[in-house]
């Protein structure tokens, strides 16, 4: 049973334009969502997070959107660069962390 | 500032080999600790946390054990390892049990098993 999802495998955008990663969890205890970043062969890097309290966290070209009715979450990266293509995984905590399986994103110049 | 090292980096073992991976964190006192495996493409699996000295929770029944000999020590170990348990080791430490915190991660362990 997986708490936290993340269906798109893998997405493709051009550079200069937005990228949309997105994210569904099933439990309403959750309250603290984060999205990181990882590179092949190296940990996750922490990115960004959002309380269950806000809708919405910036931070430089990063955005995180947390729709707690719908059960998600998406992070906006606006410009994308070729430098931001790697797996991005959410995760959600009411305790402990429940990851996403991760979404592989190739910005292409 | 916190920094965390892992070790090795790459480790190739033979079934029924025992195992021994190694973290440690620097630059903060009494974090919680956890130990986490990514097989090939699925997410991270929580397997073991802790929070002080001697205290070990796991998450998943498995041939593994963790151990906190240490405050910012951290060591993973099996007796006799599985083909099961190759995939992508990571630990990552957190300054607080209590409110929200990112956890932040060491660079890996990428564990074959032959």
């Known amino acids: 049973d997986q708490q936290v999802k993340q269906n798109s495998p893998s997405l493709s955008v051009q550079e200069g334009r937005i990228s949309i990663l997105n994210c569904d969890y099933t439990?309403?205890?959750?309250?603290?969502f984060l999205w990181y970043k990882k590179y092949p062969a190296e940990g996750p890097t922490f990115l960004i997070s959002?309380?269950?309290?806000?809708d919405k966290n910036e931070d430089g070209r990063f955005t995180v959107f947390l729709n707690k009715s719908a059960k998600h979450l998406s992070l906006h990266i606006v410009p994308s660069q070729p430098g931001d293509s790697a797996v991005y995984f959410c995760?959600?905590?009411?305790?402990?962390?429940?990851f996403g399986q991760g979404t592989e994103l190739s910005v292409k110049p | 500032s916190q920094t965390i090292h892992q070790w090795p980096a790459t480790l190739v073992q033979p079934v029924g080999s025992p195992l021994s991976l190694e973290c440690t964190v620097e630059?903060?006192?009494?974090?919680?600790l956890y130990w986490y495996r990514q097989a090939a493409g699925r997410g991270l699996q929580l397997l073991f946390y802790?929070?002080?000295?001697?205290?070990i929770s796991s998450e998943v029944p498995q041939n593994l054990s963790a151990s906190r000999p240490q405050d910012r020590q951290f060591i993973l170990s099996s007796k006799k390892l599985l083909l099961s348990d190759s995939g992508f080791y990571l630990c990552?430490?957190?300054?607080?049990?209590?409110?929200?915190?990112?956890?932040?991660f060491g660079d890996g362990t990428r564990l074959s098993i032959l």
């Open positions: 990552a430490w957190s300054p607080d049990s209590v409110s929200n915190q990112p956890q932040h």
């Open positions: 439990n309403s205890m959750f309250d603290y």
């Open positions: 959002i309380s269950s309290i806000k």
């Open positions: 995760a959600a905590s009411g305790g402990k962390l429940i």
């Open positions: 630059g903060t006192s009494n974090p919680n």
């Open positions: 802790s929070v002080g000295i001697g205290q």
